[in-house]
């Protein structure tokens, strides 16, 4: 579970009345009735970069999902159970409405403006940041109630005088050994794809999509090695819509051996629509704005389907997933040193006060002294006791808890190495646990162990799993809010599809299981005001075996670092259950030993014994 620093400073309430004043003012004036500000970006990021953090800027609240929609005398920002809490908080004292929606792709907000506005009046959204399939839903709700639609104006860059230019940080390569398929590889792959699809041309903008197809990498959205970029995947070559100031010579040069050139990064939509009139185009719709959709030249024939590099990018080779599991051996030695200080600092009892602000700083550390690594792969999440239980919680030095006395401690954390992507929550102790506590820990344990344990035919929709982890909390009368699993990219964003272990997400066949695919297990419990938890590994699918009923996989646990048995309450384990952790503990502590010494091999040795 991941949420990234906002870029933003946090607006007073004058503020925030301030601006949502000058943009009613600017709908006046454009004659529009109510408009949408969506947490999106030319390229439909989940993570944004400061230029188009329009929503937060308007009303303060910082989670990665939520739309905001204001008229002449209503302002709400809908967002998913996942930041009730946080949003209750950052929106107190604005007049901005919390308007709850059971997940994040629910179009909830689409319904309120079909049943709030009359027939004649006006909604308007920026089209360049604007998905095309929710566009079109849009489009339908609005016209049934005879309401109009512009997508022609930005009304936020109006009223945003100091609005964030575009980031200028650097492309580099992310080359061999960890590319184990070459650019012009993929670049061939791509277009026998394309070609099965009767497609010529290829649109991309999706921004992990572009680095993974090019082996680039960059840094212009937070935690995520990602650079803006469009491009366009022709029979003969393929261009790259982005900032030439940000391609260093010698990459261009490589770049144009096989067969890429640059091209700038304004110039994607002009591109589309002088494509040749007898183009075959593929574009994947949820994937593409509406903006970039109504560039394409009317004449083009658009093949509309998912970007095959989505699909290639989430199967990690076997180059690909050996980088994965030699990045969860550093990653795995660099918590042990982390929590061995963390434990020795809980034990001190002269220390001075320990927050939550400190746990960032020294688990950051602690990375950062391993081979290949680049930067957190997410602002880590440290929650003691009532804060556990904000999904997605973020202490700040002017907001947090001091950890002391009894409780919880949850820590979700990661980083980015150059070999691959790393995202791992424990829970501990801090003093005395209740056996509630107890309780709740070894459910959401006994659901990270059925869904690591399961075996299941290739092709199976990844939704159609959830239920595994939630039927022991279900079980005990006890759901949590958000999605038990997400894909994680190589290198690349924490987030990444197509496949997606929730509840919420529809069972569609891009959403199939696949070998080599990474996915995060999850499952918690929260009980607001008093403690949450969540434990965290991810996974990768491999092969099992072949039966009469098709080809079958299993999940391998990648994560390597220990789940604290003090936390557990024993007599709610089954003896397959017991093995299951004393077997996971032996694997970590043979893998991990060779990486640490000293205070960190003792904790290490001390939280792996058999119970």
């Known amino acids: 579970m991941t949420s990234p620093d906002s870029t933003l400073p946090m607006p007073t309430t004058t503020a925030r009345d301030q601006r949502l004043a000058q943009l009613r003012a600017a709908m006046l004036r454009a004659h529009v009735d109510a408009c949408i500000i969506p947490s999106s970006d030319p390229h439909l990021s989940e993570y944004l970069p400061g230029r188009w953090q329009g929503r937060e800027w308007l009303t303060g609240f910082t989670g990665s999902v939520g739309t905001f929609i204001a008229t002449g005398d209503f302002a709400g920002c809908w ?31 689409i319904d309120w403006l079909a049943a709030n506005l009359a ?13 095309l399939s929710t566009a079109r839903l849009l489009a339908d709700a609005l016209k049934a109630r005879g309401v109009n639609l512009r997508t022609d104006i930005d009304l936020l ?27 012009a590889g993929k670049l061939a792959a791509t277009r026998a794809a394309m070609a099965k699809l009767g497609a010529g041309h290829h649109f991309i903008s999706t921004l992990d999509d572009i680095a993974w197809l090019f082996n680039l990498r960059g840094a212009d959205v937070s935690y995520n090695p990602v650079f803006l970029a469009h491009a366009l995947v022709a029979p003969d070559g393929a261009t790259l819509f982005v900032a030439e100031a940000k391609v260093p010579a010698e990459l261009r040069a490589r770049l144009l051996l096989d067969g890429v050139t640059l091209a700038p990064y304004a110039d994607a939509a002009g591109a589309l629509a002088v494509l040749p009139v007898d183009a075959a185009l593929l574009i994947d719709p949820r994937r593409i704005t509406a903006g970039m959709r109504d560039a394409i030249a009317p004449a083009v024939k658009v093949i509309e389907a998912i970007n095959p590099s989505t699909f290639a990018k989430s199967k990690k080779s076997v180059f690909e ?21 963390l434990e020795a600092e809980l034990a001190n009892p002269v220390r001075a006060p320990l927050t939550e602000v400190a746990i960032d700083r020294h688990i950051t550390a602690a990375r950062a002294r391993r081979p290949g690594f680049v930067s957190p ?8 006791n009532a804060n556990g239980a904000v999904i997605h919680y973020r202490a700040s030095d002017a907001a947090h ?11 979700d954390s990661g980083g980015q190495y150059l070999g691959g992507t790393t995202d791992i929550t424990r829970v501990v102790p801090v003093g005395a646990t209740s056996e509630a506590q107890r309780s709740d820990f070894t459910l959401v344990l006994k659901g990270v162990i059925a869904l690591s344990s399961a075996r299941f035919p290739r092709g199976t929709r990844s939704p159609m799993l959830d239920a595994l982890a939630r039927a022991p ?25 197509p496949q997606s272990i929730s509840a919420s997400a529809m069972p569609e066949p891009h959403t199939a299981m696949e070998e080599g695919m990474i996915t995060s297990v999850e499952p918690g419990i929260y009980r607001p005001g008093r403690w949450g938890i969540r434990i965290e590994n991810l996974v990768l699918n491999v092969a099992l075996d072949a039966t009469e009923f098709g080809d079958w996989l299993r999940f391998e646990t990648l994560t390597l670092c220990p789940i604290d048995t003090r936390c ?30 000293g205070a960190a091999a003792a904790w290490l040795d001390q939280r792996t014994q058999e119970i």
Not at 568 to 576: N, S
């Open 568 to 597: 557990l309450h024993l007599p709610l384990l089954r003896a397959d259950e017991i093995a299951w952790i004393n077997d996971y503990h032996a694997t970590v502590r043979a893998r991990l030993a060779p990486h640490v010494s």
């Open 79 to 109: 967002t998913d159970a996942r930041y009730w809490t946080q949003a209750a908080t950052e929106l107190a004292g604005s007049s901005v409405q919390l308007m709850k929606i059971p997940s994040g792709a629910s179009l909830l907000h």
């Open 401 to 411: 808890a001091v950890i002391e006395g009894d409780g919880l401690l949850l820590i």
């Open 157 to 183: 860059d109006t009223v945003w005088s100091e609005r964030p230019a575009l980031p200028p940080a650097p492309v580099f390569e992310h080359a061999a050994p960890f590319a184990s398929t070459s650019r």
């Open 377 to 384: 792969s997410f602002g880590t999440i440290a929650g003691f």
């Open 119 to 131: 027939p004649g009046q006006t909604v308007a959204v920026d089209a360049r940041v604007l998905g």
């Open 473 to 497: 909390i279900w079980a005990a009368g006890i759901d949590y809010g958000h999605g038990t699993g997400h894909g994680v990219g190589f290198f690349l964003n924490m987030h990444e599809g």
């Open 321 to 341: 997933a050996a980088h994965v599991r030699a990045t969860m051996e550093q990653d795995g030695a660099a918590l042990c040193e982390f929590f061995a200080w």
